[in-house]
């Protein structure tokens, strides 16, 4: 069964960080590039972070960059994001996803070119 599952979340002070997790099951990473998303409540699903196959190419929300950073360890079939500097707007929740490159002309920032969608993970930043 193709799985992604989202874990690291949870409640955080502003300024803090954390580190969210994606692990896949059911298929490898290999081949695919894998974003981050997120969705705060009331508002629509956003882009925020993605990398490609192979760890050579990043791709973040222009607010985010330097402040988040996504990473891969294809070995452990798994996806990192790396949110430091937190703040109470980054409150959401926020799923990975996965894209499989075999097919050509998509993009990492449309969440509709995405193949397989994890259940989401919640981080709430508040004092």
């Known amino acids: 069964q193709v799985q992604l599952v989202e874990s690291g979340g949870g409640l955080v002070q502003p300024g803090g960080s954390l580190r969210l997790s994606c692990a896949a099951s059911g298929f490898t990473l290999d081949y695919y590039a894998i974003g981050w998303f997120r969705q705060a409540p009331g508002k629509e699903r956003e882009f925020v972070a993605a990398l490609s196959r192979t760890g050579g190419s990043t791709w973040y929300e222009d607010k985010l960059r330097g402040r988040f950073a996504i990473s891969r360890d294809n070995a452990k079939n798994t996806v990192y994001l790396q949110m430091n500097s937190l703040k109470p707007e980054d409150t959401a929740v926020y799923y990975c996803?996965?894209?499989?490159?075999?097919?050509?002309?998509?993009?990492?920032?449309?969440?509709?070119?995405?193949?397989?969608w994890g259940q989401g993970t919640r981080v709430t930043v508040s004092s």
């Open positions: 996803a996965a894209q499989n490159t075999i097919y050509h002309g998509r993009s990492v920032y449309d969440a509709d070119d995405y193949d397989h």
